[in-house]
Nanobody, 112 residues
Framework: VQLVESGGGLVQPGGSLRLSCAASGFAFDDYAMSWVRQAPGKGLEWVSTVTYNGGSTYYAESMKGRFTISRDNAKNTVYLQMNSLKPEDAAVYYC??????WGQGTQVTVSS
Protein backbone atom coordinates (compact mmCIF):
# COMPACT_ATOMS: atom_id res chain seq x y z
CA VAL A 1 0.00 0.00 0.00
CA GLN A 2 1.30 3.40 -0.92
CA LEU A 3 -0.05 6.94 -0.86
CA VAL A 4 2.24 9.57 -2.31
CA GLU A 5 1.38 13.24 -1.94
CA SER A 6 2.81 15.92 -4.18
CA GLY A 7 2.20 19.51 -5.16
CA GLY A 8 3.18 21.30 -2.00
CA GLY A 9 5.51 24.24 -1.94
CA LEU A 10 5.87 27.92 -1.16
CA VAL A 11 3.05 30.24 -2.20
CA GLN A 12 2.20 33.84 -1.40
CA PRO A 13 -0.92 34.70 0.57
CA GLY A 14 -3.88 34.71 -1.77
CA GLY A 15 -2.23 32.20 -4.06
CA SER A 16 -3.24 28.70 -5.08
CA LEU A 17 -1.82 25.20 -4.99
CA ARG A 18 -3.10 21.87 -6.17
CA LEU A 19 -2.12 18.85 -4.13
CA SER A 20 -2.23 15.34 -5.52
CA CYS A 21 -2.20 11.98 -3.78
CA ALA A 22 -1.45 8.93 -5.89
CA ALA A 23 -2.57 5.62 -4.42
CA SER A 24 -1.49 2.07 -5.11
CA GLY A 25 -1.69 -1.36 -3.56
CA PHE A 26 -5.31 -1.33 -2.48
CA ALA A 27 -8.80 -0.95 -3.96
CA PHE A 28 -8.76 2.83 -4.21
CA ASP A 29 -12.36 3.15 -5.34
CA ASP A 30 -13.59 1.28 -2.26
CA TYR A 31 -12.42 4.02 0.09
CA ALA A 32 -13.41 7.50 1.05
CA MET A 33 -10.34 9.69 0.77
CA SER A 34 -9.45 12.54 3.07
CA TRP A 35 -6.94 15.30 3.47
CA VAL A 36 -5.65 16.12 6.94
CA ARG A 37 -3.07 18.73 7.86
CA GLN A 38 -0.69 19.43 10.69
CA ALA A 39 0.72 22.86 11.35
CA PRO A 40 3.97 23.26 13.27
CA GLY A 41 3.45 22.56 16.95
CA LYS A 42 -0.20 21.64 16.48
CA GLY A 43 -2.26 18.49 16.22
CA LEU A 44 -3.84 16.94 13.18
CA GLU A 45 -6.67 18.91 11.61
CA TRP A 46 -9.17 17.35 9.26
CA VAL A 47 -9.47 19.31 6.02
CA SER A 48 -11.77 17.51 3.61
CA THR A 49 -13.23 14.15 2.58
CA VAL A 50 -14.58 12.78 -0.67
CA THR A 51 -16.70 9.63 -0.79
CA TYR A 52 -15.58 6.51 -2.64
CA ASN A 53 -17.24 7.52 -5.91
CA GLY A 54 -16.75 11.26 -5.62
CA GLY A 55 -20.45 11.78 -5.14
CA SER A 56 -20.18 13.73 -1.92
CA THR A 57 -17.59 16.03 -0.49
CA TYR A 58 -17.13 17.49 2.97
CA TYR A 59 -15.01 20.35 4.25
CA ALA A 60 -13.91 21.84 7.51
CA GLU A 61 -15.63 25.16 8.02
CA SER A 62 -12.53 27.29 7.50
CA MET A 63 -11.86 25.64 4.13
CA LYS A 64 -15.32 25.93 2.64
CA GLY A 65 -15.34 28.03 -0.49
CA ARG A 66 -11.56 28.01 -0.77
CA PHE A 67 -10.62 24.33 -1.07
CA THR A 68 -12.00 21.73 -3.46
CA ILE A 69 -11.44 18.00 -3.12
CA SER A 70 -11.86 15.67 -6.07
CA ARG A 71 -10.79 12.23 -7.17
CA ASP A 72 -10.09 10.34 -10.34
CA ASN A 73 -10.69 6.66 -9.73
CA ALA A 74 -9.27 5.76 -13.13
CA LYS A 75 -5.97 7.28 -12.01
CA ASN A 76 -6.19 6.22 -8.35
CA THR A 77 -5.59 9.83 -7.40
CA VAL A 78 -7.22 12.33 -5.11
CA TYR A 79 -6.68 16.08 -5.41
CA LEU A 80 -7.01 19.13 -3.23
CA GLN A 81 -7.30 22.45 -5.00
CA MET A 82 -6.48 25.20 -2.55
CA ASN A 83 -7.27 28.81 -3.43
CA SER A 84 -7.03 32.07 -1.51
CA LEU A 85 -4.38 30.57 0.71
CA LYS A 86 -3.69 32.19 4.05
CA PRO A 87 -0.60 32.02 6.27
CA GLU A 88 -2.59 29.87 8.69
CA ASP A 89 -3.01 27.24 5.96
CA ALA A 90 0.70 26.47 6.19
CA ALA A 91 1.11 22.86 7.29
CA VAL A 92 2.08 19.40 6.22
CA TYR A 93 -0.84 17.99 4.27
CA TYR A 94 -1.52 14.27 4.40
CA CYS A 95 -3.96 12.18 2.44
CA UNK A 96 -5.51 9.06 3.87
CA UNK A 97 -7.75 6.25 2.72
CA UNK A 98 -10.53 5.59 5.15
CA UNK A 99 -8.20 6.78 7.92
CA UNK A 100 -6.48 3.42 7.47
CA UNK A 101 -3.70 4.16 5.01
CA TRP A 102 -1.68 7.38 5.15
CA GLY A 103 0.80 9.15 2.94
CA GLN A 104 4.03 10.78 4.04
CA GLY A 105 2.75 14.30 3.60
CA THR A 106 3.62 17.33 1.53
CA GLN A 107 4.66 20.68 2.95
CA VAL A 108 2.66 23.80 2.18
CA THR A 109 4.20 27.14 3.11
CA VAL A 110 2.21 30.36 2.74
CA SER A 111 4.39 33.40 3.07
CA SER A 112 5.23 36.62 1.32
Amino acid sequence: VQLVESGGGLVQPGGSLRLSCAASGFAFDDYAMSWVRQAPGKGLEWVSTVTYNGGSTYYAESMKGRFTISRDNAKNTVYLQMNSLKPEDAAVYYCNAGALYWGQGTQVTVSS
